[in-house]
């Protein structure tokens, strides 16, 4: 691995946006948690970010404050749910995948000098087995998100997820 990526254990990392106790989730999603198996782990709200890149077990450690002051700001337009399937495990997200989320994603990655995956933007809401995850319907969520900044997230896993913010980048128009 290039001496660029900074080495940890037992952690990922990802470039996100914060979107703690969002009110529009919030209607969306507080209704469903009462209504689902205790099988379902519910992100916590104060939790609520959108994903944008996702390292494995490094990040770029030449990461500046500055380093996506140029990047812009695209209007977050939530496009309805994704549901994700790993090692007979569900993920529900809010998928926000759209035109202008794919240039800027890609000029995210143009700044970081590495290779777009093929990864939709989205926002993960729980975690659970398969079948109980993919009988979720969330309801429509007409909004628009708005923010001025990205976020290094560091993500670790004991009991539960915990994500620790490493380092924020100021964005502007």
Known sequence: MSSMFSQMN???????????????????V??????HSDAIRWQLPEKWHLTT???????????????????????????????YHRKNQGILTINCASIEMFFWHRRICNILKIIPAAF???????????????AIRLPNINSQFHFN?????????????????????RLEK
């Open 10 to 28: 037992k952690s990922n990392y990802f470039i996100g946006v914060s979107l703690a106790n969002n009110s529009a989730i919030s209607r969306a």
């Open 30 to 35: 507080s209704p469903l948690i009462s209504q």
């Open 53 to 83: 890149v996702f390292f494995a077990g490094s990040y770029p450690s030449d990461l500046t404050s500055q380093s996506f002051i140029d990047v812009g700001i695209p209007t977050l337009s939530v496009q309805g749910q994704k549901i």
């Open 120 to 134: 939709d933007p989205h926002i993960t809401i729980a975690r659970g087995p398969f079948e109980q995850i993919s």
């Open 149 to 169: 900044e990205l976020i290094l997230f560091e993500s670790t896993r004991d009991n539960q997820q915990l994500y620790r913010k490493i380092l924020t980048f």
